[in-house]
């Protein structure tokens, strides 16, 4: 018993120390991957500060969405919405549109909708209302050109790239911005056929930031009464037109690949209006 309380006390001062060290050395260590963790996935906030204007964002995360696109789409469309719901901030709805009618803008709507235009020069091109005093995203249209998405003789008609843009649509649409440097792995980042085409197949879905950053924005946030699920196609609508002023260009690359424009629709809300051109 003397012995053992000898080496307990000995042991206690020789090993006490070592203890304490290994302790503060792993907790300043979990820190630091925290830290480092953090700041590469940092959330997206609704506003950077008070005097900015919030980021865009559906009121609730009950989206209603209107399938218009024609039938090859439905493998890449239950794809998409899985992801984007797969962490909760998101639910949509899915509601039963026309493939053979013009593209549309219905307030209250996310519209998915397809056009044949082998001949047309865009790939992709979205479009969304939203008010910017409070960030509310009032009506969202993507329209997709199956004339090169489905085209085997184009770089962008596979699976991999259709998989890609509409989950880069949906989110965008959602209210993320598309990513241009970070993110190799992520549906969100911008690439075009100029770009290194294995890395579509890694792009064809959200990474972590894209779902941490849509969590931050539809987290615990509900503006008003949730609606119940729209089923319904709605009645009336807007025709999109594809030939018209989208408004100022404010954001443009890959010399003209990617153009971003603003429109003031002069009742208090703007429309962005994002294209992915297939070539000059
Ligand atoms: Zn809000």
Same mark, same amino acid.
């Given at each position: 018993?003397?012995?053992?309380? *000898?080496?307990? *006390?000995?042991?206690?001062?020789?090993?006490?120390?070592n203890l304490l060290l290994a302790l503060f050395v792993i907790t300043a260590a979990a820190g630091l991957v925290y830290v480092r963790y953090y700041s590469s996935y940092a959330p997206q906030p609704l506003s950077s500060s008070a005097n900015e204007e919030p980021s865009p964002?559906?009121?609730?995360?009950?989206?209603?969405?209107?399938?218009?696109?024609?039938?090859?789409? =439905?493998?890449?469309?239950?794809?998409?919405?899985?992801?984007?719901?797969?962490?909760?901030?998101?639910?949509?709805?899915? %509601?039963?549109? !026309?493939?053979?009618?013009?593209?549309?803008?219905?307030?209250?709507?996310?519209?998915?909708?397809?056009?044949?235009?082998?001949?047309? /020069? %865009? #790939?992709?091109?979205?479009?969304? +209302?939203?008010?910017?005093?409070?960030?509310?995203?009032?009506?969202?249209? &993507?329209?997709?050109?199956?004339?090169?998405?489905? !085209?085997? @003789?184009s770089v962008f008609g596979n699976v991999f790239w259709r998989n890609k843009l509409l989950c880069q649509y949906m989110g965008w649409s959602s209210g993320l911005d598309y990513r241009y440097k970070d993110g190799t792995d992520s549906c969100m980042k911008y690439m075009t056929?100029?770009? =290194?085409?294995?890395?579509?197949?890694?792009?064809?879905?959200?990474?972590?930031?894209? #779902? @941490?950053?849509?969590?931050?924005?539809?987290? !615990?946030?509900?503006?008003?009464?949730?609606?119940?699920? *729209?089923?319904?196609?709605?009645?009336?609508?807007?025709?999109?037109? #594809?030939?018209?002023? &989208? +408004?100022?260009? %404010?954001?443009?690359?890959?010399? +003209? #690949?990617?153009?971003?424009?603003?429109?003031?629709?002069?009742? /208090?809300?703007?429309?962005? @209006?994002?294209?992915?051109?297939?070539?000059?």
């Amino acid at each position: 018993m003397k012995n053992m309380s *000898k080496f307990l *006390k000995k042991w206690n001062s020789k090993h006490r120390i070592n203890l304490l060290l290994a302790l503060f050395v792993i907790t300043a260590a979990a820190g630091l991957v925290y830290v480092r963790y953090y700041s590469s996935y940092a959330p997206q906030p609704l506003s950077s500060s008070a005097n900015e204007e919030p980021s865009p964002h559906w009121a609730h995360g009950q989206v209603a969405l209107l399938d218009s696109a024609s039938r090859g789409w =439905d493998i890449h469309f239950t794809r998409a919405i899985a992801n984007w719901e797969s962490n909760g901030a998101l639910n949509f709805s899915i %509601v039963p549109g !026309d493939e053979s009618e013009e593209c549309f803008i219905y307030v209250g709507y996310m519209n998915f909708c397809t056009i044949n235009d082998p001949d047309y /020069g %865009v #790939l992709a091109l979205g479009t969304y +209302g939203h008010i910017p005093d409070s960030g509310h995203i009032t009506d969202a249209l &993507f329209i997709f050109n199956d004339g090169a998405l489905f !085209d085997k @003789t184009s770089v962008f008609g596979n699976v991999f790239w259709r998989n890609k843009l509409l989950c880069q649509y949906m989110g965008w649409s959602s209210g993320l911005d598309y990513r241009y440097k970070d993110g190799t792995d992520s549906c969100m980042k911008y690439m075009t056929w100029q770009s =290194d085409q294995t890395q579509i197949k890694r792009q064809q879905d959200p990474d972590v930031t894209d #779902l @941490t950053n849509m969590m931050a924005k539809y987290i !615990d946030h509900t503006d008003g009464i949730i609606p119940p699920p *729209k089923i319904t196609k709605p009645e009336n609508g807007q025709v999109f037109n #594809l030939t018209s002023n &989208f +408004g100022e260009l %404010v954001e443009i690359r890959e010399n +003209g #690949l990617l153009e971003i424009y603003r429109l003031d629709r002069k009742d /208090g809300s703007e429309q962005i @209006t994002f294209i992915q051109k297939k070539s000059k």
